[in-house]
């Protein structure tokens, strides 16, 4: 790992970014330009930058620890097609950026955030996302139909002990937002240790 005072690490991300970028390679169009909500450390946006030579990468966090260390590991990774991180607050009426971007990533915020940034996620995304664009969300789920782990219902506990407002969040709830945004969940993809891969995009329109 490079040496630099500004630098976070998250074992968390270091363990599933490759399971991550093989799910985009396979979602996604060769190319694209894509905003990352809560980009935490950096090392996400690093590694799907790298492995996705055909996007321009663009990560976002609302901290200034956060983007100090995104922007300590771009410097490090030299990657042309990686932004310079951007302060974006995702429960924010407007955000700082264009709309028209092919994709929208962000990993494991919704639970350890207020259930207004799961709305605002999805409002966001219907603004700013191309048409036939995607929003794919990354971290556990409460699935209806399905028995929960025991490791995330232990996960979820400790979340909720810390903050009540946080918590893991129920599928068909997620799913329920999205639609109230005027966004639709298009699929969803098992990824190791119990977490999913949600992908939204924008829901037909109503015939007239």
Do not use: K
């Amino acid at each position: 790992m490079p040496s630099d005072d500004t630098l976070r690490h998250s074992p968390a991300a270091e363990r599933n970014r490759q399971a991550l970028l093989e799910a985009l390679v396979q979602l996604l169009p060769p190319q694209g330009s894509a905003l990352e909500i809560a980009s935490g450390t950096g090392q996400h946006a690093v590694h799907f930058a790298a492995g996705l030579p055909g996007w321009s990468w663009q990560p976002s966090d609302p901290d200034p620890g956060a983007l100090a260390s995104i922007a300590a590991w771009s410097a490090h990774s030299r990657l042309h097609n990686l932004r310079a991180p951007l302060q974006l607050d995702v429960t924010a009426a407007q955000w700082p950026v264009e709309p028209g971007w092919t994709a929208m990533f962000c990993a494991n915020l919704l639970h350890i955030a207020p259930w207004a940034a799961c709305l605002g996620l999805m409002a966001g995304a219907a603004r700013n996302l191309a048409p036939g664009g995607l929003l794919l969300t990354y971290g556990p789920y409460l699935v209806d139909d399905a028995p929960t782990a025991p490791s995330n219902l232990a996960f979820d506990a400790d979340l909720r002990g810390r903050d009540p407002a946080w918590g893991l969040r129920r599928l068909a709830d997620v799913a329920q937002a999205a639609v109230t945004a005027g966004m639709v969940l298009r699929d969803r993809l098992s990824m190791p240790a119990n977490n999913l891969l949600l992908v939204f995009t924008h829901a037909p329109a109503t015939p007239a």
